[in-house]
C-alpha cells in the first residue's frame, strides 16, 4: 500500500479480505472436501480435511475483531498524515 492511503482505508481493506478470503474457505472448503468426506478416511485426512474449515472461521473472526476495533474520536486523524500537525504549523509560519 502507498504511504498515502489512511489507517482507516487499510483496515477497511483487511477487514473485506478477511470477510471475503473466510467465507469463500468455509463454503468451497466445507463443500469440496467436509461433505464429500468418507467414513473410511483415517483422523489424519479428517483433520486435514477439516483445517481449511478452521481457517476460514479464524479468519471471519479476525476480520470481526477488526470491525470491533475502536475509532478515534477525531475523524481527521484517518485522514491526515500522522505529521499533519507540523505541516499545518510551518504553513501558519509558526
Request: proline share 6%; net charge negative; glycine share 8%.
Amino acid at each position: 500500500m502507498s504511504k498515502s492511503s489512511s489507517p482507516y482505508v487499510r483496515r477497511l481493506l483487511w477487514i473485506v479480505a478477511c470477510f471475503v478470503g473466510g467465507f469463500a474457505l468455509l463454503c468451497v472448503s466445507g463443500w469440496a472436501l467436509v461433505v464429500d468426506g468418507s467414513t473410511q478416511d483415517s483422523a489424519m485426512v479428517t483433520a486435514l480435511r477439516w483445517l481449511p474449515v478452521a481457517t476460514g472461521a479464524i479468519t471471519v473472526a479476525a476480520g470481526f475483531f477488526l470491525l470491533s476495533l475502536p475509532v478515534p474520536e477525531d475523524p481527521e486523524d484517518f485522514f491526515l498524515p500522522d505529521d499533519a500537525d507540523g505541516e499545518l504549523e510551518r504553513t501558519d509560519g509558526k
